[in-house]
């Protein structure tokens, strides 16, 4: 892995999104082989939240995300550091509301939004560890969270292959289709980085998130990692950060709290 490639300041990595922004999802539709509106979909309805609520979208690019949300009259807020993703997406849909912000210091009051999303987007987070102190501060006690990312293959042979794709044929595809073609072999480097299923749900729980369950999708190329925010009078819209701050236990303890949907 060329590690130099994934060690870009926050700034590099949203001007590279800037620069891939009016191809982006289609793009992500051949790369994905036509998969990716079925993971979101499957996110969409683990969020499972109504007209009149409000939801936030984090790195919710051109608003491919969002759309779902508004067409059932969801008031949802399309959260992006890219403003190339954010121009585009505006462009296409003016009737959601597209915001800029950094996942690690988001621009919303505490206790905001019903749910919180983010969908391929926390591995491009410079610390995802703070976003997911972030979004549990800005959701509403007893508020759900749903995560979708690129994840690790449950079949040690489908592993070998789905890496293999990664680092030959995306690049290869990406130069045909995409304006940066560069910008795919930084993506394709991010997801075989990107730390396995129990250790982001590990992260979950170190956050200050409960109820952490997750769905491995297409044979664990995707995983959908569900949770809750603590309900109650006493939830402390900082728990999230004062838990990063104090948690030295290591992940196979917090292991034992995860649940794995089989489906």
Same mark, same amino acid.
């Given at each position: 892995?060329?590690?130099?490639?994934?060690?870009?300041?926050?700034?590099?990595?949203?001007?590279?999104?800037?620069?891939?922004?009016?191809?982006?999802?289609?793009? %992500?539709?051949?790369?994905?082989?036509?998969?990716?509106?079925?993971?979101?979909?499957?996110?969409?309805?683990?969020?499972?939240?109504?007209?009149?609520?409000?939801?936030?979208?984090?790195?919710?690019?051109?608003?491919?995300?969002?759309?779902?949300?508004?067409?059932?009259?969801?008031?949802?807020?399309?959260?992006?550091?890219?403003?190339?993703?954010?121009?585009?997406?505006?462009?296409?849909?003016?009737?959601?509301?597209?915001?800029?912000?950094?996942?690690?210091?988001?621009?919303?009051?505490?206790?905001?939004?019903?749910?919180?999303?983010?969908?391929?987007?926390?591995?491009?987070?410079?610390?995802?560890?703070?976003?997911?102190?972030?979004?549990?501060?800005?959701?509403?006690?007893?508020?759900?969270?749903?995560?979708?990312?690129?994840?690790?293959?449950?079949?040690?042979?489908?592993?070998?292959?789905?890496?293999?794709?990664?680092?030959?044929?995306?690049?290869?595809?990406?130069?045909?289709?995409?304006? %940066?073609?560069?910008?795919?072999?930084?993506?394709?480097?991010?997801?075989?980085?990107?730390?396995?299923?129990?250790?982001?749900?590990?992260?979950?729980?170190?956050?200050?998130?409960?109820?952490?369950?997750?769905? %491995?999708?297409?044979?664990?190329?995707?995983?959908?990692?569900?949770?809750?925010?603590?309900?109650?009078?006493?939830?402390?819209?900082?728990?999230?950060?004062?838990?990063?701050?104090?948690?030295?236990?290591?992940?196979?303890?917090?292991?034992?709290?995860?649940?794995?949907?089989?489906?």
């Amino acid at each position: 892995m060329n590690r130099a490639s994934l060690d870009k300041r926050p700034d590099e990595v949203a001007t590279m999104f800037d620069d891939v922004a009016p191809k982006y999802d289609v793009v %992500n539709d051949v790369l994905s082989m036509g998969q990716t509106r079925r993971w979101r979909r499957i996110v969409v309805e683990a969020m499972d939240v109504k007209a009149g609520q409000r939801v936030l979208d984090l790195a919710a690019g051109t608003g491919t995300s969002s759309e779902p949300y508004a067409d059932a009259g969801i008031d949802v807020v399309a959260c992006d550091f890219s403003l190339g993703m954010l121009k585009v997406g505006k462009r296409r849909r003016p009737d959601i509301n597209f915001i800029a912000g950094d996942a690690t210091r988001l621009p919303f009051a505490d206790n905001t939004f019903d749910a919180s999303t983010i969908s391929f987007g926390l591995r491009n987070v410079n610390e995802p560890k703070k976003a997911l102190a972030e979004m549990l501060r800005v959701t509403k006690p007893g508020g759900r969270l749903v995560i979708a990312e690129f994840s690790q293959p449950v079949v040690p042979l489908w592993r070998t292959m789905y890496t293999e794709y990664l680092m030959r044929a995306l690049p290869a595809i990406a130069v045909k289709v995409s304006s %940066n073609p560069d910008a795919y072999v930084y993506l394709a480097e991010s997801i075989r980085a990107w730390p396995d299923q129990d250790h982001l749900a590990a992260w979950l729980q170190e956050a200050g998130w409960e109820d952490v369950t997750y769905r %491995n999708l297409s044979g664990g190329i995707v995983a959908v990692h569900r949770a809750q925010k603590p309900d109650g009078p006493g939830t402390d819209p900082a728990t999230g950060a004062k838990a990063l701050a104090s948690h030295t236990g290591p992940v196979a303890k917090l292991r034992r709290n995860i649940t794995r949907t089989q489906r």
